[in-house]
């Protein structure tokens, strides 16, 4: 079975950390063990990608930022991306005049 999502059509939710929508959950596509989302992050906005016992990707589709981790910044743009392991965080932050969308994928750590 082959499921079509037209992203454009789904609402964005407005959070502390920018706009954000799920493009690849259960209700969607009956996805059981992936979360997939687009995330909007407007000049000088924040969205902070906290550890937890899931593996995270995000990857820069469009603008200009800075990823924080392990108290370093790095300075990414369109095509950059950060793969962080469970317990691993990093802060993403949209550059001054610029903004950022994210492709953000969480998948779950897998039993040893």
Same mark, same amino acid.
């Given at each position: ?12 939710? +407005? ?16 996805? +059981? ?14 969205? #902070? *990608?906290? *550890? ?12 200009? =930022? ?10 990414? #743009? +369109? =095509? *950059? ?13 949209? *550059? ?17």
């Amino acid at each position: 079975m082959l499921t079509f999502i037209d992203t454009n059509q789904l609402p964005k939710n +407005k959070t502390s950390q920018g706009e954000v929508t799920e493009v690849l959950n259960r209700d969607l596509c009956g996805a +059981k063990n992936v979360v997939a989302a687009l995330r909007w992050l407007k000049s000088g906005e924040r969205f #902070s *990608a906290e *550890a937890s016992n899931k593996h995270q990707l995000l990857y820069f589709m469009e603008g200009k =930022g800075t990823v924080r981790m392990d108290n370093k910044d790095y300075e990414v #743009s +369109k =095509g *950059a991306g950060v793969y962080l392991a469970p317990s691993e965080t990093a802060t993403i932050q949209a *550059a001054s005049n610029n903004s950022v969308k994210l492709f953000h994928l969480v998948v779950p750590k897998i039993p040893a």
